[in-house]
């Protein structure tokens, strides 16, 4: 019996890189994810189940003395699947070598890894993430002495020890208003002692090093008084320096451990200018809302595989659940609503490659385009990686709702991701800011409208509810214009809404190229501008679509 394989088992992801990157790169890129993809279908799948299950992050929160030491435990699965993860160099690789190529990788292949280990265990995909954004911020802001300090260390990958990596900003009173943030930070020679309370800090006690913000005494208050800084866990563990209050009791995502943190005059060390912290953290923000996407699109993935192949092989009233019509148009708009988004998401993901690496000179532009981005695709994406694992258990019947199944872990899993890096409220605010101080709107309808004037054949003509969808928007956002700023705020995930229909039909009419891709683009255009138009157009395309 062949062994489950993520990655062979996925062509749309294949095109995507053998696109998007370098043969050479390519070549490498590859044969390492055939390779990771057989692991995380067969090994790290089964220690997900087993770590969700039974084997949870705990608290040692005492020793046997009475001392607080505050110790987080996990099991000795998740811990290999620690050591396997960045081997890959699914962070270090962003910012140094690939010895087999002798050159950086960059972050479509790394998400590209991330979205593969999220169909088995996006809870670990997060520690992941922030060790991404840790890297990040150390390589573009950090010192020479705090990088040279930490930098190698985070992103190791077995040639030194590694030290996974956090963010943490959220405190009990301020939450997303991170503005209301008091944790303070007094100096002390070259360092700075940090005390206070984090109340959502993820990767806690498994992070070697955490970027806190935190407030110089003196600081003016709201985000501009905020500063960045690296702190060393372990050295501050040991010196009870720091403490773990308690790790939280979450829906899903129970891989990762997430805690209350109080730090006691914690040694830490200045990233930065100080008056930039929040802006520095923003970046980073963005960085790991790109991975949220990933991890919604690795779920998307695992939850359409797993209906796919349970209707294949489940008979009911004399037939396979296959056969039934209702059932092909669902996998038939599961499999285009999937790939579509898979193609927006790394369109994105090229730009972000551009704008965010070191020594990037990004254009005004570029920069507000991709946030724009960002924001419209990972509200979308999590929506839909919930949405998709309900109709995975929905297909599953009654079994989709036991434990037995990956299904129900599959929906625990997906609801964070709604909530976690931006609530659809805030990325709502984001868009609105971003059309205000750029007009992106602006420029997000002109490049649409050049998108679809440049199609031709059987493509244009798909096309035609995608333009008057263009100039419906263009109508409303003229109307909000002349309104008020009350009115104007009640809409931002509307017009966020449409901005991602738009954007995501462009993208899967372009991809077109062939009978798959316009049936792909076929089905997207009726079931987001024409839902309710009487036709056979999933049934037609089902065994182009989903196959035998």
């Known amino acids: ?34 390779e990771f993809g057989e692991r995380v279908a067969t090994d790290i799948d089964e220690r997900a189940a087993h770590t969700d299950r039974t084997g949870q992050p705990q608290l040692i929160k005492y020793d046997k003395w009475g001392n607080d030491v505050s110790r987080i435990w996990v099991n000795e699965g998740y811990r290999q699947t620690v050591d396997e993860t960045y081997r890959t160099g699914i962070v270090g690789y962003v910012h140094k070598p690939i010895p087999e190529i002798g ?3 960059n972050y479509a292949y790394s998400f590209a890894q991330g979205y593969l280990l999220s169909q088995a265990e996006p809870g670990f995909y997060c520690p992941v ?54 944790v303070e930070a007094v100096r002390e020679g070259d360092h700075y002692r940090i005390t206070g309370e984090k109340y959502f800090a993820s990767n806690a006690g498994m992070c070697g090093v955490a970027m806190v913000l935190a407030r110089i005494e003196g600081a003016e208050y709201g985000t501009k008084g905020l500063s960045l800084f690296c702190v060393p866990w372990e050295e501050n563990r040991e010196a009870g320096r720091l403490s773990v209050r308690r790790l939280k009791d ?20 200045l990233v930065g200018d100080a008056s930039q912290g929040f802006k520095y953290m923003m970046e980073a923000l963005n960085l790991s809302r790109v991975c949220n996407m990933v991890a919604s699109l690795g779920i998307m993935r695992r939850a359409y595989r797993e209906a796919r192949d349970y209707a294949f092989s489940r008979e009911a009233f004399g037939g396979r ?69 309900h109709e995975a258990i929905e297909m599953h019947g009654g079994n989709g709702y ?17 909530v976690w890096e931006g609530t659809a409220n805030i990325l709502g605010l984001e868009v609105l800011r971003l059309m205000k101080k750029y007009r992106v709107h602006e420029t997000f309808l002109r490049e649409m409208s050049e998108r679809l004037t440049a199609m031709t054949g059987d493509v ?68 987001t501008f024409q839902p309710d138009d009487v036709t056979d157009l999933h049934l037609r395309h089902f065994k182009t679509i989903v196959g035998e």
């Open 402 to 418: 036991i434990e037995d199944f990956v299904t129900p872990r599959l929906l625990r899993d997906a609801q964070v991701l709604t």
């Open 321 to 389: 659940l296959v056969d039934y019509p209702m059932v092909q148009e669902t996998l038939v708009n599961l499999a285009a609503k999937w790939e579509v988004e898979m193609r927006a998401s790394f369109e994105m993901i090229q730009l972000f490659d551009r704008v965010m690496p070191k020594g990037s000179d990004p254009s005004e532009h570029d920069q507000a385009m991709l946030r724009l981005y960002i924001a419209l695709l990972k509200k979308e994406t999590a929506d839909q990686s919930i949405a998709f694992a």
């Open 1 to 34: 019996m062949t062994q489950p394989n993520f990655y062979h088992d996925d062509p749309v992801l294949q095109s995507i890189l053998r696109k998007q990157l370098p043969e050479k790169f390519y070549q490498y890129a590859d044969e390492a994810l055939a």
């Open 460 to 527: 244009a003509e798909v096309a035609e509810p995608v333009i008057k969808a263009v100039e419906q928007l263009q109508a409303k956002l003229g109307t909000l214009a002349e309104s008020d700023d009350t009115l104007m705020l009640k809409y931002p995930k509307q017009i966020a809404d449409e901005m991602t229909r738009i954007y995501e039909a462009v993208v899967a009419l372009e991809a077109a190229g062939d009978a798959r891709g316009l049936a792909v683009a076929e089905v997207y255009v009726h079931n």
């Open 129 to 182: 993430t922030l060790t991404q954004a840790t890297a990040y911020l150390i390589d573009q802001y950090a010192d020479d002495d705090v990088r040279e300090r930490f930098l190698p260390h985070v992103i190791a990958t077995s040639d030194t020890e590694l030290y996974e990596g956090a963010t943490f900003l959220t405190e009990r009173q301020g939450g997303s208003d991170v503005g209301a943030n008091v």
């Open 250 to 269: 979450k829906l899903g995502v129970r891989a990762v451990p997430s805690a209350e943190v109080e730090f006691d005059g914690a040694t830490a060390y």
């Open 103 to 105: 050159q950086n990788g």
